[in-house]
């Protein structure tokens, strides 16, 4: 369908003032960009016009940091994405995802981020490596694709566990050169990069050396290294310098997972962190963030525990919370000395909320925090904390209530900002990000607060990403690029989902084209999916594939 958009107020993504336009979409592409009011239904021979009066035409919101790696293919409709604005997502976050794997991988993997995905047991795993879980992005499927487009990071602590079990240890040269042909493979597939997650096992257990030789691999082909590094918390500043030190030793490129910096020994400090990341870029050391724009983050619960505790996966972390010798070891670093898991800093229960569980007998904890059930039940917190990880398997998902506004908007300043969901789809009472990230983002901080300019806050969210990702023709509203692209209503756009109420679709969202077609039409989903997977090719640039 060729479809003239009229009278839209054009913010383009590049952070150029706005000017009123007269846009055509044809063929899944932007045909032509004039002057508002030029273009007449007879000239385009459109066959369809949007009046867009009133409100902006941007490009599709790209989310650096999504978990919907498995709901993509389980809950196709994604409207938690879609009315947001979001027509990219970047998955395989945290060094935790579902390719590649072997059979034995994949079943530890399923167990261990099940609060971050879910784990259905119909479900058909029908892929092992990167190229066939994208393959299955792209494949038909009652009537669709995916509802958005999806590039891939291939994670570190799943191809760890490929490799060297979920257990702890130093790889030997044997196998740090089997982790890093895994990844080469991988990147070859279309993986545009690399994951961490070194709060999470078994990613935790990789030193620094380990690391850096998976780095030049990533490195060597074009791709760049996110990392969840060791802590946001205590040692938070010394953990980011590790990663910095890390793209400037091995010269691959650096984008920061959720950059914040968390817990009460950080308030304030978001200043450090960016006179660090400052001072590596002035030096040509290439590093990009992503924050979402709330306080509390969002985990499982088993994170909490210790690494050690966690070795060698579910099977044997509950066995050691079963033994009364090892659990009192296990309270003793989560209570009293900080677990590396938990960022270091003593376990706070007031801040631990439960948000989800895959037991339905734990349902009735949802919204509490371990405080709350310990003092309605007359337990100790850590023995509630034990029986939760116990009766739902390490599968509960939690809120952490641990950040500062003031570094929240620091940070969400700086100049290689851009936006990250960071958004959990399941659970009973999951993080609002998941529904509100985009529209806060551009209603709160920019309109309400003035933080950032409308250009600039749309040019964090959607070019700046795109350069990232190297998108061979997206990010932008260019002729010639591809059609995704948003239209909102600048004075009413904003999040209403909350804490209280979390999957609640944004106000003032009206239009979300996905590759030339509508997902969202007068701010009502369509049904449509056109999404994509978008690979990493030889030439460095990331493109769909052919189908």
Known sequence: MKTLISNATLVDGTGAERRPADVVLDGGVIAAIVDAGTLTVGETGADRVIDATGLVLSPGFIDMHAHSDLQLLVNREHYAKLSQGVTTELLGQDGLSYAPVDDATLAGVREKIAGWNDNPADFDWNWRTVGEYLDRLDAEHDGGRIATNAAYLV???????????????????EQQQKMQDVIRTAMEDGAVGMSSGLTYTPGMYAQTEELAGLCRTVGELGGFYA????SYGKGALDAYAEMIGLSRDTGCALHLSHATMNFAENKGRAGELLDLIDEALDQGVDITLDTYPYLPGATTLSAILP????????????????????????????EIYGSDGCHGVVAEWDTLEISGVQNPALAGF?????????????????????????EDRLGTGILQHVGHEENVQAIMKHRTHTGGSD?????????????????????????DL???GLEEMVHHLSGR????????????????????????DAETI?????????????????YVFVNGAAAIDGGQPTGARAGRALRRHSDGLTREGQL
């Open 423 to 447: 958004g959990l789809l399941v659970g009973a009472k999951p993080h609002p990000r998941a529904w509100g990230t985009f529209p806060r983002y551009l209603g709160h901080y920019s309109r």
């Open 227 to 230: 990392p969840h590094h060791r």
């Open 307 to 334: 690494s050690w505790a966690s070795s060698g996966g579910t099977d044997a972390t509950l066995a050691r919370l079963a033994d009364p010798e090892t659990r009192a070891r296990i309270r003793e670093a989560v």
């Open 494 to 510: 904003r999040d209403e989902a909350t804490f209280e109420n979390p999957r609640q679709a944004a106000s003032g969202i009206q």
């Open 366 to 390: 949802v919204g509490q925090t371990i405080r709350d059930i310990a003092t309605a039940t007359g337990q100790e917190p850590f023995d509630v904390f034990v029986h939760i990880l116990m």
């Open 155 to 173: 994670p570190q602590g799943t191809v760890r566990a490929m490799v060297m079990g979920f257990a702890e240890g130093d790889p030997t040269p």
């Open 450 to 452: 003035g933080l950032l």
């Open 465 to 488: 990403p795109a350069a990232r990702l190297k998108l061979h023709n997206r990010g932008l509203v260019r002729e010639g690029y591809v059609a995704d692209v948003v239209l909102f």
